[in-house]
């Protein structure tokens, strides 16, 4: 690829947000946004080539697309006076001089409106996570699609609802005012986490990992905190995915099978990654509004802390477990409390732990749930008790991943039972 | 922009309180209306009556069917309405927040079709 284009592909990927950002606060559209964005870039791919590149690409881009932007508006008020969709964009659009090509320019950045009006609770998570993805992560609907596993028209026609709707019940494209903006920052946190946690472990296919969601969960939570950087869930939220990603490569190995957090290779382990988010936990806990990201990413940072697994701090696991549970009553943190209990005053007592975790049947369509109820009884040697739940387990997982770590598991007790019985025999 | 905020909520639950609770109500709705009216907000609303008195029409190959009861059963039902100017959405579904029957039912918040309106324009 010419530098050109290179270059093209980075600011891509870096301005993108920002640039459609502060094209849809101009027209209020977010299609007439999109399209000069597009038209923006395939400017730039020519005369790139030709002249060279310009001091600020990001800066040459969004003038570009700005004026095709006005024309776009300018040609739609001739063409379609009477509706009233124009009518709002038009109404929407500044005062402006024709701008000139000045690497110089300024913006400002309007990417906070953005995120707002994409995880807006008017729309569903699903639509949020898309929209999310295709305007701040400059992510094309084919690429969303394939990492989602979801036909492209449905996504597409996900998108043309989304944007639809936010024009016609005009959802508001603007930061939300003091008494929402708890509400809706935790929307905004919980989408960019479901982003990750789909790259992390993809609920179906044929990868436990795909980077591409991880990585670009992981610039999004890094744009999150540099727009509201005194919001300690902000920060810790990055400081989890990036600890939680600081394991990707010890998480599965060369056979792509899965790795458990105890057998895993810890010289593996991302060391820079581990560092940021150590730092930016700390940075966040000093700001004392501690929060569910922040307390999950310091049970991550525990962890990456021990060289080992048998150095594992498990009683400060556990507390900080108890601290999260305060915050939510999931069932699905008692269950990993209740692991954490095992680790540190016994397979029992954790046992019990797991099994009160279910009280009310709420983990029973749990994959996790029977899986680490299945690892406590094989650690008791309650071998037959143990299939059984692992079995369970595998019956509610499509990640083939998980699968074969389950079919190991059972095939290891089948082994090690069968020599217990043998050995009694003699 | 105009928003019609549905009042949907559970008729059976409703006619079971008391006149007292009822009243109460009623007294919240007037103070709700007074607000919107003084802030320029209020375009019209109104309390239906039950669904019982509900009659749907129909016109099939030019002949009218008319026939008892509602479009749908469902398990809340359509029992009055808002027509509010609002902002935008936030504006609205903040009014829909403090419709007193919001409490108990659900408001459905739809904008309103804008039709090119030549002198507020």
Redesign the interface.
């Given at each position: 690829m010419s530098r050109a284009g290179e270059t093209l592909e980075q600011v891509f990927r870096e301005e993108y947000g920002r640039i459609i950002a502060t094209l849809i606060r101009i027209s209020g559209s977010f299609d007439l946004a999109e399209e000069a964005l597009q038209e923006a870039f395939i400017s730039a791919a020519s005369k790139w080539e030709l002249e060279g590149l310009p001091n600020s690409p990001g800066a040459w881009l969004t003038t570009v697309a700005h004026r095709r932007l006005l024309d776009a508006i300018r040609r739609n008020r001739t063409h379609t006076d009477?509706?009233?969709q124009i009518?709002f964009e038009a109404t929407r659009l500044q005062p402006h001089v024709e701008p000139e090509l000045d690497d110089a320019m300024e913006y400002p950045d309007d990417r906070l409106r953005l995120i707002f009006t994409c995880c807006?609770p008017?729309l569903t998570r699903e639509t949020q996570v898309a929209l999310t993805l295709r305007t701040l992560g400059g992510l094309t609907t084919t690429e969303i699609a394939h990492a989602f596993l979801l036909p492209e028209p449905t996504l597409a026609q996900r998108l043309v609802r989304a944007k639809q709707k936010i024009r016609?019940?005009?959802?508001?494209y603007e930061i939300?005012p003091v008494d929402?903006i708890a509400d809706r920052l935790s929307a905004v946190q919980a989408v960019i986490y479901l982003i990750f946690n789909e790259g992390y472990a993809a609920s179906a296919g044929q990868n436990l990992i795909r980077n591409d969601l991880c990585a670009e969960a992981i610039r999004l939570g890094r744009v999150l905190c540099e727009l509201l950087p005194d919001e300690p869930e902000n920060l810790g939220l990055l400081a989890l995915m990036l600890l939680q990603d600081s394991r990707r490569d010890a998480r599965v190995n060369d056979d792509g099978e899965l790795v458990t957090l105890e057998e895993q290779d810890r010289t593996r382990w991302d060391a820079r990654e581990i560092a940021e988010g150590v730092n930016l936990v700390q940075r966040a806990l000093r700001l004392r509004r501690v929060g569910i990201y922040q307390l999950q990413a310091a049970i991550a940072a525990v962890h990456a802390e021990a060289q080992t697994a048998a150095e594992t701090d498990w009683r400060q696991i556990v507390a900080l477990y108890e601290e999260l549970l305060r915050f939510t009553a999931s069932p699905i943190v008692a269950l990993n409390h209740a692991a954490a209990v095992a680790m540190s005053e016994g397979f029992e007592r954790g046992l019990g732990l797991i099994e009160a975790a279910d009280e009310n049947g709420a983990l029973q369509n749990y994959y996790l749930f029977h899986a680490s109820r299945a690892d406590l009884l094989r650690r008791l040697h309650r071998y037959d008790e143990a299939t059984v739940a692992y079995k369970t387990a595998l019956s509610l997982t499509t990640n083939q991943v998980e699968q074969n770590y389950i079919r190991r598991r059972v095939t290891e007790i089948d082994i090690s039972h069968k020599k217990a019985q043998t050995t009694q025999k003699i | 922009m105009k928003y019609m905020l549905l009042i949907y909520h559970d008729e059976q639950s409703w006619s079971a309180i008391n006149e007292t609770e009822r009243q109460q109500i009623y007294s919240d709705y007037r103070k709700l209306r007074e607000e919107l009216l003084a802030r320029g907000q209020f375009v019209t609303g109104s309390q239906l009556q039950p669904i019982s008195t509900a009659t749907s029409v129909r016109v099939r190959d030019g002949k009218e069917l008319v026939t008892d009861g509602p479009f749908a059963e469902t398990h809340e039902q359509l029992g009055g309405y808002f027509l509010v100017e609002a902002e935008n959405l936030d504006e609205a579904t903040s009014i829909a927040a403090r419709i007193p029957s919001a409490k108990t039912g659900t408001i459905e918040v739809r904008p309103l079709v804008e039709t090119a309106a030549p002198a507020s324009a």
């Open positions: 009477k509706e009233t009518a807006h008017s016609l019940a005009r959802i508001p939300p929402r | -």
